[in-house]
């Protein structure tokens, strides 16, 4: 009996880690919203909303408390506020956490911009970890004159600026996709999440002039000790101008390059290909093929060669189209899959993977419960996917629930065979609970 019970409970926690660690890898690949200058709010109520505005790189511009809520119901000041930050800084988006009073604030804020007239929208954005960051050592060392609450609400409007250099500050453990992660074997779990964060960061690749130190260590080859280094080598020496300057930086050494170098990217620095996912020792190959076709360095730094494909056919002219990327592999004597590899970058320099991924979702208004009726279809984004189903905003104070069973007309073996964290999906309501405050939904539409 006990081996039966230990059996099936390693299994459960294997399969809970996978659902786990792909809800993570989901949120961390949510596409950035980018060139957008926010209104960062961080609800609350007795304490009040902590605002923060950014401009497009993520800076803090301002920052203000308003209370719009329980016990105050400011509302008339906190619109008179928000109106003056629109005005004064240009801002395009409200950001507003989903913690505590969080459906309070975004009625407030979506009725003033059905007032206000202004060109501004809004979203929502998960708030787990964010407490834990802007109380954490790593916050207090790169904010050191701005208090916890202040720390907090610039971290939800820079998690939508670029999720995946945001939440890497933060342990996994804490962004909260998951389902009984307290009774996991929590070794396995760090391991699993540590992984998933390296594999995404990896993937998406690296500024090496911009990118923060917890970033960096979740390169490949780079540790915390020595992702610290290149920052202060940075910091010193201004900015990067070319990969090979890595092994200027303390305990860098050429192994460590070797293996980080490729996920580093330099923009507008001395060799185009720096920008780039083309590893270093690929330059000379990459630079005989580049004149092989008639690419320059100046097609690569100003958006890459999009008739890649059609040069490399017409510089083969004797073979069938099939055979010229092998042909040219030959020629550089290098594997086929690498210089296709090298082809997908020169086509789009420094590509970024999450281009691919479903938009973020912006709101101009917002329903109450009283407000959803069964029959109803609406656009929601998926937060959360546990073994029998999926949770979705849909714009009220509750996430709704699509069971299994209402995923498909086909059988579902598995909630993420169908849908993953950060999807827009289109839904059916078949059932409200106004007692319990529980939406059914199905996506059999």
């Known amino acids: 009996e006990r081996d039966v019970r230990a059996s099936l409970t390693e299994r459960a926690q294997a399969e809970a880690i996978r659902v786990f660690a792909g809800n993570t890898e ?3 690949m949510v596409p950035p919203v980018r060139g957008k200058r926010i209104i960062s709010i961080d609800p609350g109520y007795r304490t009040g909303c902590k605002v923060a505005v950014l401009d497009e790189t993520g800076k803090l511009l301002a920052y203000t408390t308003v209370y719009p809520t329980q016990p105050k119901n400011d509302v ?41 007239g202004l060109n501004i929208e809004y979203t929502i ?41 945001e939440l890497v500050k933060i342990d996994p453990k804490h962004i909260g996709v998951g389902q009984y992660q307290h009774d996991m ?30 970033l960096l260590s979740y390169v490949s080859g780079i540790n915390a000790a020595v992702a610290g280094n290149i920052v202060r080598y940075r910091e010193a020496n201004g900015r990067f101008k070319n990969r090979r300057e890595l092994l200027k930086v303390e305990k860098l050494g ?24 083309v590893h270093p020792e690929s330059y000379r190959q990459t630079k005989v093929m580049m004149q092989k076709i008639g690419i320059s360095g100046e097609d690569i730094a100003s958006g890459g060669a999009k008739d890649l494909g059609e040069r490399i056919v017409k510089a083969y002219p004797a073979l069938p189209r099939e055979a010229c990327v092998a042909a040219m592999a030959a020629e550089l004597g290098i594997g086929e899959p690498t210089v296709r590899d090298i082809i997908s970058e020169l086509r789009k320099p420094g590509r970024d993977p999450r281009e691919d991924a479903p938009p973020v979702v912006f709101r101009n208004d917002v329903r109450s419960f009283d407000d959803l009726k069964k029959g109803m279809e609406m656009t ?3 937060r959360n996917v546990v073994d029998f189903g999926a949770f979705v905003d849909i714009g009220v104070k ?20 169908v ?20 939406i059914s939904l199905t996506m059999k539409l």
């Open 26 to 28: 989901k949120l961390l």
């Open 76 to 116: 008339g000041g906190t619109e008179k506020v928000l109106a003056e930050i629109v005005r004064k800084y240009g801002t395009d988006v409200i950001v507003i956490g989903n913690g505590t009073a969080s459906r309070e604030t975004e009625e407030v804020v979506a009725a003033f911009i059905g007032k206000s």
């Open 125 to 165: 954005v998960n708030e787990a970890g964010a407490s834990v960051y802007s109380a954490s050592k790593l916050a207090a060392e790169e904010y050191p004159d701005l208090d916890v609450t202040t720390r907090g609400a610039m971290s939800l409007g820079r998690r939508l600026q670029d999720p995946l250099a």
């Open 185 to 214: 074997n929590q070794k396995s779990l760090d391991t699993a999440l540590g992984g998933v964060v390296e594999d995404c960061v990896n993937k998406v690749g690296v500024d090496l002039n911009t990118a923060s130190p917890s």
């Open 254 to 277: 050429p192994k460590a390059y070797e293996q980080c170098a490729g996920f580093l990217r330099i923009i507008g620095g001395d060799e185009p290909l720096d920008a780039t996912g």
């Open 380 to 382: 929601g984004t998926v």
């Open 398 to 417: 509750n996430d709704g629930l699509v069971h299994i069973s209402q995923m498909s007309d086909k059988y579902v073996k598995h909630p993420m065979d």
């Open 419 to 438: 849908v993953s964290v950060g999807d827009t999906v289109q839904v059916r309501i078949i059932g409200v609970d106004r007692e319990r405050g529980k």
